[in-house]
């Protein structure tokens, strides 16, 4: 670790410096840690009901499966999406910022039915948007069309179910009788690599979508929620990008730098201090190449080439994400003499991507797609309730 | 508050008393002006009041980020807002402020949201605001806002005349995609028949023959119709009545609640133009915990089978116990699976219901509520308030009863939240839920359930231990009754019903009991070291052990685990007779299950596993209590509690070795005293005295008076064979069966205390 500060002295680092207070205060330093504190132990237990022992009949007993975050996975690798997925649909899922949301499985879903769901959704979301009007006008068409359509060419793994798209297009208010309809929301059901123990563990009759995404007005979202609710008994909850997760996709992102550039790593920390600081930091991706690979080598040994080759497989660990984001972290408090780790990392981008702790996400890059939504799929299922 | 924070309203008691007032009284005149004077001041430094003058101030171009000033301002007029409301002139400044874009956009939407007037909005601040709308670049959200916002306090605006005078310039914004619903709602409430013009209805029909027949402008046409009809050609339906939308007015909960603080002769004036029940915003975020409604699948069934749809009930459809059993065969189960929880008649279907999907379906539903609630929901500020979580729980609770049985999620989320819960909130309704969770494995349970439980169990109230040593006996008692009800007698193997697919050897549920019961048993043992002894937790952890020592007898499960040290010796020297008593039954029971065992080991030829060790324990505690509470042999070598003979004489007190028996012992002591002191008890001592020349005039004298008696009270005279066994039975009388139990199963009955050895503990 001393070699490696020594080394990053003489590099600069920071390109970009920004000390502004939060408009919003609502977020008081305890809360950042509270939270902090929840979050992990709320994974830190990972436990299927059941276990092989338990015995209700108003339980359900699914494998055991190892409910925390993996600590090592596959290093992002160029992957063949864009030969596979139709180039419409993945224009769009890479061009979108999305709002996650993790879905519980979904009752009764057929992949065949697409059509007549879109049907019953768009009638939903006209009932929807009725409400509250005194009477029925006739003649007031129905300005929402729905699709719904099939990712093909998502999917890893045999056990993880074909991915959803779903579209509403809608007509301006005064557009002209022959204007075309445009895309006012539109969103998305996956599952990437899902754990293949939860999967198979759940009957028949339940598909397993867990991670979705939405952009659009927050009217159309929950009004769409609220027709997954009801027709497949499922629920929705806010996805946020934890800590750890932003970390990982920082290492992720910064390990695919030598095959397309990263442009910049920028990462935005919250600090509790009175009133809270906003830490924006801003890497050259240069420095951030140089001193993740530095942190793989240690790892690996010399000549770790041919052996990653000989593997095959590219894996990081956790262990050098953490030691990627202590140099970062070290080097920052060599210059500013403020630790970060204090701290909480809200939101971190780079040419492939960014993500916020909110739970927006943008993929901008979809050579990269698959590794990031495996890790979000990931999160997803860790907040499964059972 | 109106009045006290108005600006610029003239000091109207100098002017109006200052006539009024003679020369003579200048004096005091001077001293009311002082007053006057500080009143000003100190009107002047009120933050509010400093708050407004700001925001009336503030100069345009200000940055918003970063300014700290801005930000207090705004969090006092918020504050002030959703409290009490604004008066007129804060309105006006706010308004004013907001409109004219001084400080960027987002400030402005700020602003509008919380512009709720305490009693009337000055028409001429939403005239001057409507100016601003087409001045300023205010984002198409932001005008709707502030629209919906004139719609909502429309019958507060204390005139109407010059909004009126500027009809013209608002109907200009009828041509804006966005604006048009809303500004055809508030020209609604405007339009008089002057305003009716040709030009104007030629415009609105433009527009409708453009968007179709919408119904904001179908009823602003109506109204023109009924003002005009020859300009309005247009057929209208009849049975339009009002087209305009009950728009989610933010304003409403708040204004609602501000009328409510403000009294009567506010409220009454006000209902503002669009009357619609508004679902709290912040509710609604919440929503996790609401019960869905109970809708049938019809959407779903008419797809799929067509030809089946006549053929199933829906579960909505029945109304009593008699319906439900007629269609048992054909129900259908509801769209959401939560709404079950709404209706104990669904309960019923779902007590027999043996669907594992369907089952899974409620458990997703029901985990997912509780771990947005207490799990999640901490990140969000969602405050944890009880008003909706309380209900849950219950009715959570409710139904697990009813059911007999706990719901896995709950399970599963309880072995998270236990790590994060503080042992309060909601305490009764988590302890709850935590007695109805199913066996644990007993591979698992020390990491699942003990470790956060004795942490919370160290560092929380007397209370909290006693709510928890209830709750693990509870916990304990639907184990074994759990047990006692699907074990079968001729396997050692627990073979469940064929509807659960998970057994469990015996064993392994013994092995998970036995770890419990330590576990209880350590926690007692320390937590009463902790308490000092506190006899309300030794009454729930003798609570606890009297489910434990019963377990053959009462739940067929073969095992004995005796209470360790740490409890056993609390209850036995307790100041209160109860816990003696009660341990002395508790030893009772566990007698007569060692006996039994021992029996049904005999007949059954059957290997029966109760170790010896716990023999051994079972026999050493008979020896120590009766040793203590029937011999008067304390402290003897055998008896485990060995402290040096110098260092008891040392302790000077006499007799020592009697100081627990049952006259000595400090439970017993006072009846002891009462027997002495009783009549009936003294003749009988008499008579018997009267044998022994030496202490008849010690009797009499005592018979004499009281006083006296205490002085020369002997109460080792009570040991003797005869008034032992009156003495016995005078405990007896007072309700210590447990003492009666005990000495009738430990003790052979005709022999003298004097030299009665120790019972004999048949379970050997």
Avoid at chain 1, 17 to 25: G, I, Q, V
Avoid at chain 1, 354 to 382: D, F, H, P, Q, V
Avoid at chain 2, 420 to 432: A, E, Y
Wanted: hydrophobic letters at 40%; glycine letters at 6%; proline letters at 4%.
């Amino acid at each position: 670790m001393e070699r490696h500060q020594n080394r990053y002295n003489s590099i600069l680092l920071i390109t970009l410096l920004k000390y502004y207070f939060l408009k919003e205060t609502r977020t008081p330093r305890n809360n950042v840690v509270v939270h902090r504190r929840r979050k992990s132990k709320s994974y830190r237990l990972s436990y299927r009901s059941g276990l092989g022992a338990a015995d209700s009949r108003l339980g359900w007993s699914p494998a055991l499966t190892a409910r925390r975050l993996n600590t090592s996975r596959k290093a992002a690798g160029i992957s063949n999406i864009a030969e596979r997925v139709d180039p419409g649909q993945l224009a769009l899922l890479v061009k979108t910022e999305w709002q996650l949301s993790y879905v519980t499985p979904l009752h009764q879903f057929r992949h065949t039915q697409l059509k007549s769901y879109a049907r019953q959704l768009s009638a939903f979301i006209a009932a929807g948007k009725q409400q509250g009007l005194a009477v029925e006008v006739e003649g007031l068409q129905t300005t929402f069309r729905v699709s719904f359509s099939l990712v093909q060419g998502m999917t890893q793994s045999d056990e993880d179910a074909e991915s959803v798209l779903v579209q509403i297009h809608s007509k301006r208010l005064f557009a002209r009788q022959d204007e075309p309809q445009k895309p006012v929301w539109s969103g998305w059901l996956t599952c990437i690599n899902g754990n293949p123990d939860y999967l198979r563990a759940l009957p028949k009759d339940f598909v397993c979508l867990p991670l979705f995404g939405c952009s659009g007005a927050d009217g159309l979202s929950a009004l769409v929620k609220s027709w997954f609710q009801q027709s497949f008994d499922c629920c929705f909850g806010l996805l946020e990008i934890s800590h750890t997760s932003l970390q990982w996709l920082m290492a992720l992102w910064t390990n695919c730098h030598a095959e397309s550039g990263i442009q910049h790593l920028k990462m935005i920390w919250t600090l509790p201090a009175a009133p809270p600081l906003q830490v924006t930091y801003t890497v050259d991706p240069e420095d951030a190449w140089e001193l993740w690979s530095s942190v793989r080598k240690g790892k690996g040994g010399g000549g770790g080439g041919e052996e990653e080759e000989e593997a095959g497989e590219n894996y990081i660990d956790i262990e050098e994400v953490t030691s990627f984001m202590q140099g970062l972290k070290s080097h920052f408090y060599r210059h500013f003499r403020l630790d970060l780790s204090a701290g909480s990392l809200n939101q971190v981008s780079t040419a492939l991507g960014s993500a916020k702790y909110s739970g927006r996400m943008k993929i901008s890059n979809s050579r990269y797609m698959i590794t990031t939504l495996t890790l979000l799929t990931e999160c997803a299922l860790l907040k499964m309730p059972i | 508050m109106a009045a006290t924070l108005s600006l610029t309203g003239p000091p109207d008691l100098d002017l109006s008393s200052a006539s009024d007032l003679s020369v003579s009284s200048r004096s005091s005149n001077r001293s009311l002006r002082v007053a006057e004077k500080e009143r000003k001041k100190k009107k002047a430094e009120d933050p509010f009041v400093l708050a407004l003058k700001y925001f009336s101030d503030v100069e345009a171009g200000t940055p918003v980020n970063g300014n700290d000033e801005v930000e207090r301002n705004m969090v006092l007029v918020e504050k002030l807002a959703y409290s009490k409301g604004l008066s007129p002139e804060a309105i006006s400044i706010m308004l004013e402020f907001a409109m004219s874009l001084r400080m960027g956009t987002s400030l402005c939407a700020r602003v509008l949201k919380c512009l709720i007037p305490a009693t009337l909005v000055p028409q001429e601040a939403v005239v001057r605001a409507v100016v601003w709308l087409s001045v300023g670049k205010i984002p198409v959200s932001t005008q709707i806002l502030f629209i919906k916002w004139v719609l909502t306090v429309f019958d507060m605006i204390d005139a109407k005349d010059q909004l009126r005078a500027v009809y013209g310039f608002i109907f200009n914004f009828v041509t804006e995609e966005n604006l048009c619903p809303f500004i055809c709602h508030l020209l609604y409430l405007l339009t008089r028949k002057e305003s009716v013009r040709v030009f104007r209805v030629r415009k609105l029909l433009e527009l409708q023959s453009r968007l179709g027949r919408q119904p904001f402008l179908l009823s602003l046409l109506s109204l023109y119709k009924v003002f005009c009809p020859e300009m309005v050609m247009l057929s209208i339906p009849s049975r339009i009545k009002s087209g305009f939308r009950n728009h989610n007015m933010p304003w409403k909960s708040a204004l609602i609640a501000v009328q409510k603080g403000a009294g009567p002769h506010v409220a009454a004036g006000i209902s503002p133009a669009s009357t619609t029940i508004k679902t709290n915003p912040r509710k609604r975020k919440r929503c996790h915990l609401e019960l869905p409604v109970m809708t049938s699948v019809v959407s779903k069934e008419a797809q799929t089978e067509p030809s089946s749809c006549g053929k199933v009930v829906p579960l909505v459809q029945l109304h009593s116990f008699a319906q439900l059993l007629e269609n048992m065969h054909r129900i259908e189960l509801p769209a959401q699976m939560g709404s079950l929880l709404g209706s104990s008649l669904a309960l019923q279907y779902l007590d027999c219901v043996q669907d594992e999907s369907a089952l899974l379906r409620l458990n997703f539903w029901l985990g997912y509520a509780l771990h947005e609630e207490f799990l999640f929901c901490g990140d969000r500020g969602a405050s944890q308030n009880s008003q909706e979580a309380l209900p849950f729980l219950d009715r959570l609770l409710s139904t697990q009863h009813f059911l007999q049985e706990g719901f896995s999620c709950s399970e599963a989320f309880l072995y998270k939240f236990l790590n994060v819960w503080d042992g309060s909130l909601l305490r009764p309704q988590i302890l709850g839920l935590l007695s109805n969770i199913p066996v644990v494995p007993s591979a698992q349970i020390r990491q699942l359930l003990f470790e956060p439980l004795m942490q919370l169990f160290f560092t929380s109230s007397l209370f909290f231990k006693c709510g928890l040593m209830e709750c693990l006996n509870n916990m304990l008692l639907k184990w074994l009754t759990w047990h006692s009800v699907y074990a079968l007698e001729d396997d050692l193997d627990i073979s469940l019903n064929s509807h659960t697919s998970i057994n469990m050897t015996l064993s392994g549920f013994k092995d998970s009991v036995m770890e419990l019961v330590d576990f209880v048993g350590r926690l007692a043992s320390l937590g009463l070291q902790l308490e000092g002894c506190h006899s309300l937790l030794l009454s729930f952890v003798l609570d606890f052990y009297e489910t434990v020592c019963d377990m053959f007898m009462k739940y067929g499960l073969p095992l004995v685990v005796m209470p360790p040290p740490g409890v056993f010796y609390p209850a036995l020297f307790a100041t209160d007779p109860v816990s003696v008593d009660r341990l002395a039954y508790i030893m009772h029971r566990y007698k007569v299950n060692f006996t039994s065992a021992k029996s049904q080991e005999e007949l059954t030829k059957q290997a029966f596993h109760i170790s010896r060790q716990m023999v051994r324990e079972f026999n050493h505690y008979i020896i120590v209590m009766v040793n203590c509470l029937w011999n008067s042999k304390m402290f003897q070598l055998d008896m485990g509690l060995s402290l040096g003979e110098d260092l008891l004489l040392k302790s000077k007190v006499p007799q020592y070795w009697a100081s627990f028996d049952l006259v000595h012992h400090p439970a017993f002591m006072s009846y002891a005293v009462d027997f002495h002191h009783r009549p009936g008890c003294i003749i009988q001592q008499r008579s018997y005295e009267i044998t022994r020349d030496g202490l008849t005039l010690n009797i009499n004298i005592f018979s004499l008076s009281v006083l006296a008696w205490r002085k020369d009270m002997d109460l080792n005279s009570i040991k003797d064979s005869k008034p032992w066994s009156w003495y016995l039975e005078f405990l007896v009388s007072q309700g210590y069966d447990g003492l009666k139990q005990f000495v009738q199963s430990n003790i052979g009955r005709q022999q003298l205390p004097a030299d009665e050895g120790p019972g004999d503990s048949g379970a050997t």
